[in-house]
Each structure stands twice: as C-alpha cells, then as structure tokens.
C-alpha cells in the first residue's frame, strides 16, 4: 500500500507563532496533494492544494512546500491562532491510481493561549 | 446544498444487522468517494464513484459492502451482516471532477457506525 507518514504526530506552538506541519509521501508518481484539517467529530476540511508542476502556493495564512527530491510536504500556518488546533492530514493521489487519495496518520497541533 | 451531508450522523447497531448509509454530495459534483477512519487514523479509501458509476471498488474490504449511487448524485454505503470490526466513522467526498481531472474534494462530516 502507500505510505503517506507525517514526521510529528503531536506539535504544540504558542498563540501567534508561526507552525509548521511536515509530511513525506512515498510514491514518486503522485502529482497532486491535499491539506486538510479535522476538528475533532468532524469531517476533514480542505485547507489547501498543490499540483506536481508546483512547489509552493499560498493561501490566506497558511502555505504549502512541495520538494518532489525529497518526497516531501509541508503546511506552514502563520500566527497561528486557538481555532487552529485540529489533526492536519496530508493526502497524496498517485497519477497511476487516478482515484484514491491516501491519507496519513495525521499530526495533532494544540495551540497554547 | 452548501456542503457534503451525510445521515444518520450516528448509528448504532447490532452484530450482524443491515445498514445503509447516506451521503448528499455538493451539487454539480460529478466525483464521489467514500472513506473510513478508525480512530487516530487517517481516512482509508473505500470506493470511488464518477457520475453513476463505481469507477474504482478496490478498497471495500470484502462483499458485505457495497454502494449504488443510482442518479449520479446521492450514494448509499451499505453494510451487510456487520461486524463490530466495521465500527468507525464513514466519511464521504465529492469533487467537480475526478480520475485524471486532480480537484479538491471536499468531506461531510461522516457518519459514526458503533457495531454491538
């Protein structure tokens, strides 16, 4: 099967500092890739997207890091805030699939008032 | 409507019950897929539906799942003869296009399945 792992399954940052979220894929033909963010009883909510022909794309606060060398990914979220606390998971889609996304096991991130 | 809707958001059954599952995808999304998450895991992908077929089946665990999605848009899950192995949270997604076509999906907030 894939191997979608992240680095840390816990992380811990004071309110306002910036995070970051790490992620390595395994499967060299994945050409699209997928944040999302899961609060607890809740489903995963996309945060943001990058494409294979990318390796960096922005959105508001947060920013994703794609190195295809490396087979890694990563979410940085600015001034991170309380109402960011949540599982971040990282999805992979193999172009050979062309279907599934494989989903990590994701990285809990508790933001210290 | 504004978002992906699952029902029931809870189900609670007994071993060896029938059960189906609901999922309301966004309007005009052609692609849907379920998933499963067991607790502290990441989803795991199920089935993949483009329009009103099963495109790729390949994850359900064995033939007492199965799911129809008749008119392209609402999907049943349905789980024959449960097994409290099958207790986790069924999540469904759907996106504008799918296969080839690499867009966002976008997740309901799942249904719970306790099997007892």
């Known amino acids: 099967g894939e191997s979608v792992g992240l680095h840390l399954p816990t992380l811990s940052v004071q309110e306002g500092d910036n995070s970051i979220i790490n992620c390595a894929y395994s499967n060299s033909a994945s050409d699209y890739f997928i944040w999302y963010k899961q609060e607890s009883g809740k489903g995963p909510q996309f945060i943001i997207d990058?494409?294979?022909?990318?390796d960096k794309r922005q959105g508001q606060r947060v920013t994703v890091l794609l190195n295809k060398t490396v087979k890694h990914l990563s979410l940085q979220i600015a001034a991170t805030q309380p109402g960011d606390s949540a599982v971040y998971f990282c999805a992979e889609k193999p172009r050979n699939t062309g279907n599934q996304f494989y989903f990590g096991t994701g990285t809990s991130l508790t933001v210290i008032p | 409507g504004a978002g992906v809707s699952q029902t029931p958001s809870n189900k609670v059954t007994e071993k060896g019950k029938y059960v189906e599952l609901r999922c309301d995808p966004i309007s005009g999304h052609t692609a849907l897929y379920w998933y499963r998450q067991s607790l502290g895991q990441g989803p795991e992908f199920l089935i993949y539906f483009q329009g009103t077929g099963a495109a790729d089946d390949s994850g359900l665990p064995n033939d007492r799942f199965f799911a129809v999605r008749p008119e392209g848009s609402v999907s049943t899950l349905k789980i024959q003869r449960t097994e409290r192995g099958d207790s986790a949270v069924y999540l469904c997604?759907?996106?504008?296009?799918?296969?080839?076509?690499?867009?966002?999906?976008?997740f309901g907030q799942g249904t719970r399945l306790t099997v007892v």
């Open positions: 990058i494409r294979s022909n990318m």
């Open positions: 997604a759907s996106s504008l296009t799918g296969g080839q076509m690499n867009t966002e999906a976008f």
